[in-house]
């Protein structure tokens, strides 16, 4: 059986291909300034129409998308975050004209995603996808740059929620897999079940320096007015709801959890439970909050037809994720994860996200013979995370 039950699951392209170079768009005015500045900031043009000027995005930062080892140089901000302007410079705009939000979605997906399947990300990568986070916050996020934006966030479907560090803590935009590697107990801050080799982001840096601070959860809010961005992280977070629970043991519990036998009377101390529950209502939660956002958008308007949303979301969702029915081992790196083969085809409503989980959840107990008392606990903690998700406030 290949790695996350895969010999009950349908063959499905795991890893979408990045978006080919796009189209250049030759500026035939201006010339004269251009020769005269050799610069590669994009050009501000005005519109057939009555909204204000879009910017051309110059074929220099276009050719990124296609050569992802140069993409990861321009948009790696550096473990000082020395280069940060620089990136969100040339990430950060907010009327694009022609496809250059395509193409932007492009260059970030160039730059931060794992090469291929089974490759860890490299530190680079993830300082670079800490910068485009960073980057992107509070920004309206151009239509047509979102899906490649949410294939980033997917890719680092294990960093992107976590609470690695407090802002006083982290010493960077990213960690190195020593840094990330779990301590003798078997915990480390940085999540279960972590591939050898792979970096992490620490979204929760901040840059004394800059003020560069990243916020996937209000990323994720912008993106998902977009139908394609919206399935491709419920995707994710569902694929990574499969993988989580098809690795705890047979009782629900972290099968590399070492007991702290030489804590203090009194001091709390944490079980076999604790942390694959708080992973479990993360997860939950950052779903239920994936419905919480396009709700606000059919009442703000950004989502106009909210059936018509759903019907996109429906064809864009790549289908369902089930659990293996015996205990996995492996460690796949975070992109694998998201891009894991689909078991077969959505069923039921594909915006009930309680319905998905709670489905997925009891059939991977009942395949495993999970104690009731514990499969009941895990149901409440799931439950209780996704409504929470629905309606915490921002």
């Not at 036998?261 to 209502?281: C, H, K």
Request: with cysteine; proline share 8%.
């Amino acid at each position: 059986m290949r790695d996350g039950g895969q010999d009950e699951q349908t063959d499905v392209d795991a890893r979408p291909g990045r978006l080919a170079p796009l189209r250049r768009h030759w500026l035939l005015t201006s010339a004269v300034a251009l020769l005269a500045t050799a610069t590669a900031v994009p050009l501000v043009l005005a519109d057939s129409g009555d909204g204000p000027p879009c910017q051309e995005i110059p074929a220099s930062t276009r050719a990124l998308a296609g050569d992802p080892a140069a993409a990861t140089r321009a948009l790696d901000p550096g473990d000082d975050m020395s280069r940060y302007p620089a990136v969100r410079e040339l990430v950060r705009h907010e009327r694009p004209c022609g496809d250059g939000a395509e193409a932007l979605g492009a260059v970030v997906e160039a730059a931060t995603r794992a090469a291929r399947p089974g490759a860890p990300h490299t530190v680079a990568q993830a300082r670079a996808a800490y910068a485009v986070v960073a980057a992107l916050d509070w920004a309206e996020v151009p239509a047509g740059m979102a899906p490649g934006v949410a294939r980033m966030l997917a890719d680092y479907v294990v960093d992107e929620a976590r609470y690695l560090s407090s802002s006083d803590d982290g010493t960077g935009p990213a960690v190195t897999a020593e840094q990330a590697a779990p301590d003798e107990r078997g915990w480390t801050a940085y999540g279960r079940f972590l591939a050898p080799g792979e970096a992490h982001a620490d979204f929760e840096y901040r840059d004394p320096v800059s003020d560069a601070a990243a916020h996937p959860d209000r990323l994720v809010g912008e993106l998902v007015r977009d139908p394609e961005a919206f399935a491709i992280l419920y995707d994710a977070e569902r694929a990574y709801f499969a993988h989580y629970l098809e690795r705890l043991t047979d009782r629900g519990g972290d099968p590399d959890f070492r007991p702290e036998d030489d804590e203090p009377r009194g001091a709390y101390t944490s079980t076999a439970t604790t942390w694959p529950d708080n992973d479990l209502q993360d997860i939950a939660e950052r779903i239920g909050a994936l419905m919480k956002h396009r709700a606000a958008h059919t009442r703000d308007g950004a989502i106009p037809d909210v059936a018509a949303f759903d019907r996109a979301v429906a064809r864009y969702t790549r289908g369902a994720y089930r659990a293996a029915a015996r205990q996995v081992t492996g460690r796949p790196p975070m992109g694998d994860i998201a891009g894991r083969p689909v078991s077969g085809p959505l069923r039921g409503e594909p915006t009930d996200g309680r319905h998905q989980l709670l489905t997925v959840l009891d059939a991977w107990a009942g395949a495993r013979n999970v104690p009731e008392p514990r499969a009941s606990a895990m149901r409440r903690i799931v439950d209780t995370a996704y409504v929470r998700g629905i309606w915490l406030m921002t």
